[in-house]
Antibody
């Protein structure tokens, strides 16, 4: 069974940093592209970043480019999102998602909540 | 690249709901659809325009042509009430794009 479990969310002040993690199991992690998708409270889905199975290709939404860094450790079956220079508008539930390339976003974690507030 | 969805669609139980996703030449792209119920993660309900993942009922179907992709839910049930999102990959920007979402209300 495919499982994606996010962690690392929390309350942070504007300008601060946070690192999200996603622990994957139930599949050969290194063979799949992975993604972060976020959802602000009461709002729709927003794609954040994608990373190929061997850490390439790498893509970012314009809203986070230069501030967020996606990475993965295939030996640990883990995906990460390093977030810096956080803004109030980054407040959202962040989902870890398997998919990309020729694969749809089939598997989603339950999300980890990031709140940016002073 | 912008995907335009109607904010809401309402339908009586047993009727057919059609949720559209409009964009320039979307018919040339692979469109994916997600269902999201309150407090839950999204669920993939249609991929590559018209492919139903395992476990998704045959009442759901998809079609994509021209400037519009459509998710059709036949014989709507109360359990279909949810937000629905379309998604495509935009080659030009190298971005994944989601539509704004459509809230399906079962009357």
């Amino acid at each position: 069974e495919v499982q994606l479990v996010e962690s690392g969310g929390g309350l942070v002040t504007p300008g601060g940093s946070l690192r999200l993690s996603c622990a994957a199991s139930g599949f050969t992690f290194s063979t799949y592209a992975m993604n972060w998708v976020r959802q602000a409270p009461g709002k729709g889905l927003e794609w954040v970043s994608s990373l190929g199975g061997r850490s390439q290709p790498m893509y970012y939404a314009d809203s986070v480019k230069g501030r967020f860094t996606i990475s993965r450790d295939n030996a640990k079956s883990s995906l990460y999102l390093q977030m810096s220079s956080l803004r109030v508008e980054d407040t959202a539930l962040y989902f870890c998602v398997r998919g990309g390339g020729d694969q749809p976003f089939h598997y989603w974690g339950q999300g980890t909540l990031v709140t940016v507030s002073s | 690249y912008v995907l335009t969805q109607p904010p809401s669609v309402s339908v009586a139980p047993g009727q057919t709901a059609r949720i559209t996703c409009g964009a320039d030449n979307i018919g040339s792209k692979s469109v994916h659809w997600f269902q999201q119920k309150p407090g839950q993660a999204p669920v993939l309900v249609m991929s590559f325009g018209s492919d139903r993942p395992s476990g998704i009922p045959e009442r759901l179907s998809g079609f994509n042509s021209g400037n519009t992709a459509t998710l059709t839910i036949s014989s709507v049930e109360a359990g279909d009430e949810a937000d629905y999102y379309c998604q495509v990959w935009d080659n030009r920007s190298e971005h994944w794009v989601f539509g704004g979402g459509t809230k399906l209300t079962v009357l």
